[in-house]
Nanobody
Framework: QVQLIESGGGLVQPGGSLRLSCAAS????????MGWYRQAPGKQRELVAT???????NYADSVKGRFTISRGGAKNTVYLQMNSLNPEDTAVYYC?????????WGQGTQVTVSS
């Protein structure tokens, strides 16, 4: 069974940066999109950023200009560079891969922005 393994979360001060990484435990064929979602306490899970197999990106308005999604050299890796973090970015961040009719989720990594 494919697992998505996330890393890079943690505690950072406002204005700081973090880089999240996600790697699949095995090859996934026919990937449509790779992306990141987040869920803050008491809120629904929301899209942060996605990237298609041909490199087209999409961002939530709240992170445009601050976050950058990219794919790794290995086919099944995706990154999220987060700059100028603010307390509203505090959430559990989930990696997501959609391939054919399948959707894979990571277990989440906590990002906390606080002074």
């Amino acid at each position: 069974q494919v697992q998505l393994i996330e890393s890079g979360g943690g505690l950072v001060q406002p204005g700081g940066s973090l880089r999240l990484s996600c790697a699949a435990s095995e090859s996934i064929f026919s990937i449509n999109t790779m992306g990141w979602y987040r869920q803050a306490p008491g809120k629904q899970r929301e899209l942060v950023a996605t990237i298609t197999s041909v490199g087209i990106t999409n961002y939530a308005d709240s992170v445009k200009g601050r976050f950058t999604i990219s794919r790794g050299g290995a086919k099944n890796t995706v990154y999220l560079q987060m700059n100028s973090l603010n307390p509203e970015d505090t959430a559990v961040y989930y990696c997501n891969i959609r391939a054919l009719v399948y959707t894979y989720w990571g277990q989440g990594t906590q990002v906390t922005v606080s002074s």
